[in-house]
């Protein structure tokens, strides 16, 4: 298609209720949020109901309200089950085909090879199954393609390897849907390729015996919202069940729940929506998590100086960044070897390997958005009249541009993009989205439009690959599609709150209940609470770019908070000249571990004076 004649496509902000009245009367706050409340007056009406009827405590009915739990659900929704909230697995297309053929495998005693991602979603996917074919005797090899060289998903040469090496059946994780020539090499060798993905897909389905994606077009699972490790264990499933039914005795000691700190791990770590099985799978999977019984998972968690029981933050945070820094800048496949181990010695070896790469990831990162960043000033002035932000440079390594985008749109409040370019002048870049706004419907039609190699992604996150010659004219396409929608989605900008908490109110019990209502991350927010006209009793720098503050109720409760990287931000410039101030703060109730104490600590994201 001519880029001069570019298709129209139509992104529209989300559709908002009658503006609602400032909470607390915050109508532009230090980070230039308005604070309204998470609940209509049908969402206030429920959490008084879920209150009343099942004895819950009103902050908690209103958590639950406020996320669309209805009266009935409540309590099954604060103690999700797997069993419960699993399907059959037979329900996602081409599950029975691909069990069916895995279990032959296991019979036959075949060599399988597993094609997994490089992220974490990739390493946790690739070490759950190695761990099952494993447990059933199977000679498995797990394949990670080079970041750099190979890029995202099979390619044609690898299979082949993989097939003169010996592989009988090749089966692919957190990729493999659109891998077209690559699986068509498998089919010409003669050898069966399994498909375990969850990514989005076109009309097309590649050459492969068993494509098991929920995304695909014609599943009617309604599981689209898994991540790679979370399909994969359904296909585990359904397999041990063929297994057992072939009457095979290795079937009865298999303890599928056990690998669920995989499972748990990359779904938190790759943001997907949690919701339905996804937050089972993340509450069981901590409860294995902390049992350690992963050897690999032990010596990060050691390594990041876990100081009490493995949550959510703990996978997002310390290990993830961990894991993906082997894909980012070094050896792809560290993170899947060191989720296989059993071998302490050798996990803790790959671990300490993991820990220093991560390092040099962030000091890399650090670089990079310092030039980003000044990049953003020459291109668009402050950043604030650009609807769409695209940096780009030769020097950037492709492995970072992802984080490199989300920094950019946390800082800058819109849709941004990195792009590393090489000598040859194609460039590999990553973009981050804000709420409202579909990333990856722009991408695609900048694909189709013919300004970009290729690209593809979500909402909220795009990839995309494009030649600098038609970097100015991506530019100008991407400010043409956003200009009708994303200034009104920044002025828009509120943050909601969940309901209003005193220093006094902030009590380990209150904390206990309220993680019931978790896990908490992408599709089921954080809860945010106003702490309401406290006086600030002290602010101070911490680190290098943190503010910690102590704010003092009027019996005298105080309560600890932090404000993580606002050194030299609105935020932390009103924290640091307020004290002796009552302010109103927003912020999410955190369980601090220290030494052995456990104190609750508030993480403030929002603060604004008293009127």
């Known amino acids: 298609m001519n880029p001069t004649h570019l298709p129209t496509i139509k992104i529209t902000e989300e559709q908002v209720d009658p503006v609602p009245r400032a909470f607390l009367g915050v109508e532009r706050s ?25 004895g819950i405590p009103d902050l908690v009915a209103r ?19 797997i069993r419960g909230l699993m399907p059959e697995p037979y329900k996602l297309t081409d599950c029975e085909k691909a069990a069916k053929r895995i279990a032959l495998a296991v019979a036959r005693g075949e060599k399988v090879a597993i094609f997994g991602d490089y992220d974490v ?104 919202h898994l991540c790679a490790a979370g399909v994969v264990f359904m296909v585990l499933v359904a397999t041990a069940r063929c297994l057992r039914e072939q009457g095979d005795p290795r079937a009865k000691s298999l303890d599928l729940l056990a690998w669920l700190d995989l499972v748990a791990l990359a779904t938190v770590c790759d943001v997907v929506p949690l919701k339905g099985l996804n937050r089972a799978f993340v509450v069981k999977g901590l409860i294995a998590a902390r049992h350690m019984n992963n050897a690999g998972l032990a010596a990060l968690f050691r390594k990041a100086g876990l100081g009490g029981p493995v949550t959510p933050y703990h996978f997002g945070f310390l290990v993830g960044p961990r894991i993906n820094a082997g894909g980012r800048i070094s050896d792809a496949a560290l993170g899947s070897r060191l989720l296989t181990l ?17 390092r040099e990831r962030q000091a890399m990162e650090a670089a990079m958005l310092a030039e980003a960043e000044a990049e953003v000033m020459a291109e668009y002035g402050d950043g604030q009249s650009a609807t769409v932000l695209v940096t780009a440079r030769d020097n950037w390594h492709p492995g970072i541009v992802g984080l490199l985008a989300a920094r950019l749109k946390e800082k800058f409040k819109r849709p941004a993009f990195a792009i590393a370019f090489d000598p040859n002048g194609k460039g590999t870049g990553s973009g981050r989205s804000i709420n409202g706004f579909d990333m990856g419907k722009m991408v695609r039609a900048a694909v189709d439009g013919g300004l970009l190699v290729k690209g593809g992604g979500h909402a909220m996150a795009a990839g995309l690959t494009v030649e600098k010659s038609n970097l100015g004219r991506l530019r100008a396409f991407f400010d043409e599609v956003s200009g009708a929608s994303v200034p009104a989605l920044v002025a828009n900008h509120v943050l909601k709150i969940d309901g209003a ?111």
């Not at 958590?63 to 089950?81: E, H, K, M």
Request: hydrophobic residues 40%; charged residues 20%.
């Open 63 to 81: 958590v639950l309200a406020g996320r669309g739990v209805g009266l009935d659900d409540a309590l099954a929704f604060l103690d999700p089950t």
């Open 342 to 358: 059993d071998d302490v010695p050798e996990a803790d070896e790959i671990a300490g390997r993991l820990d220093e790469l991560n």
């Open 501 to 611: 908490l005193s220093a006094s109110g902030a009590t380990f019990e209150l904390f206990d209940q309220m993680e019931r209502a978790g896990p908490f991350g992408s599709g089921h927010a954080q809860p945010v609470f106003a702490i309401p006209a406290h006086r600030l009793k002290d602010a101070r720098l911490v680190g290098t770019a943190h503010v910690k503050a102590t704010l003092e109720a009027a019996d005298g409760t105080r309560l600890d908070g932090i404000a993580f990287r606002a050194a030299e931000t609105p935020l932390g410039n009103l924290l640091l000249n307020s004290r002796g101030s009552q302010l109103h703060v927003a912020g999410c109730l955190t369980a601090d571990q220290w030494q052995g104490n456990r104190r609750i600590q508030l993480r403030i994201l929002d603060a604004a004076p008293t009127l």
């Open 121 to 224: 979603d990739g390493a946790a996917s690739s070490a759950l199954l190695y761990r099952f074919l494993t447990h059933f005797g199977v000679s498995a090899e797990i394949y990670i393609p080079d970041r750099v060289f190979e890029g995202y998903g099979p390619n044609a040469g690898a299979i082949r390897q993989l097939i003169a090496n010996g592989a009988q059946l090749i089966v692919t994780v957190d990729c493999g849907s659109t891998s077209h020539e690559a699986l068509q090499a498998a089919r010409d060798e003669g050898c069966d390729v399994v498909v375990i993905d969850h990514h989005q897909l076109g009309h097309a389905l590649p050459p492969c015996l068993a494509l098991v994606n929920p995304n695909r077009e014609d599943d009617l699972s309604g599981q689209g």
């Open 30 to 54: 230090a980070s230039g949020q308005r604070w309204v409340s998470r609940l209509d007056q049908a969402a206030q009406n429920r959490a008084l109901a879920i209150s009343q009827v099942h």
